[in-house]
């Protein structure tokens, strides 16, 4: 059974920094894409950044880019995010997801985790 868990949220200062992290398993890393994607409350679901250890690929979104970092670590089956300089903007729901391909198409990615919160206090 495919599953990933995310762990790490908090509350957190603006201009602090917070790592998720997105254990998985029932698969390997190596073949499949991870996706981390976040929701406010009365917003969509915004897509945060992408990764393809496959394809050593890793995307960002442009509200993102420069403070989040994606990494991995392959004996833990583990992926990352680091956020710094963490902005009020930044709160939410963070939700990491896998999938067969990298994409930035939410629909596309068919194993989600239950969601860690980020707060960001001003």
């Known amino acids: 059974q495919l599953e990933v868990v995310e762990s790490g949220g908090g509350l957190v200062q603006a201009g602090g920094s917070l790592r998720l992290s997105c254990a998985a398993s029932g698969f390997s890393l190596d073949y499949y894409a991870i996706g981390w994607f976040r929701q406010a409350p009365g917003k969509e679901r915004e897509g945060v950044a992408w990764?393809?250890?496959?394809?050593?690929?890793?995307n960002y979104a442009a509200s993102v880019k420069g403070r989040f970092t994606i990494s991995s670590d392959n004996a833990q089956n583990t992926v990352y995010l680091q956020m710094t300089n963490l902005k009020p903007e930044d709160t939410a729901v963070y939700y990491c997801?896998?999938?067969?391909?990298?994409?930035?198409?939410?629909?596309?990615?068919?194993?989600w985790g239950q969601g860690t919160q980020v707060t960001v206090s001003s």
């Open positions: 997801a896998a999938g067969p391909a990298l994409t930035t198409d939410a629909d596309l990615y068919d194993t």
């Open positions: 990764y393809s250890k496959s394809d050593s690929i890793t």
